[in-house]
Every structure is written in structure tokens, then in C-alpha cells.
């Protein structure tokens, strides 16, 4: 993806700044893993690993159907 982007962007005139990715404890932080742990339901968890503002949006109305279909695909009963 990011091999892409600097393929891609520079001739449209548009710097890419590669950012090393974020890691806790070791181990680096993605959209795949915050998704497991919602869907498992360990929000303590999750909401280390993002920022606050993402954690808030998290929980807000908006992301519960989002948040209820992790659960289910995890097997999970999701909260009432």
C-alpha cells in the first residue's frame, strides 16, 4: 500500500511521508487487531491501543450496528 502511494502520489504533486506504525508493547497496532478485541468485546484493550477522540466514536451511537456485527462474526452475544 504505501509502495503504491509513493508510486502514485509524487507525479500528482503530492509528498508522501511514510510514518512508522504504531506499536504497544512490541507489537504493532492495526485496524485488524482494535477490531478483534471489539468484536471480543475487551474494550479495555482497544481503547489502548487507539486515540481518544476514536475511542469516544467508538462508543457513540453511530458505531453500534458496526460494533454489533464484530461481535456476532466473533461469536459473540452483543450488549444490549
Known sequence: YNQ??????PPA???VIELARKELLGVPVSASRV???LGAG????ARA???ETTFAHLQSPACAEAIRILQEKAGREPAK
Open 4 to 9: 503504491t502511494m509513493k508510486q502514485i502520489l
Open 49 to 51: 491501543l487507539v486515540p
Open 42 to 45: 475487551d474494550w479495555d484493550s
Open 35 to 37: 477490531r478483534a478485541l
Open 13 to 15: 504533486g503530492i509528498e
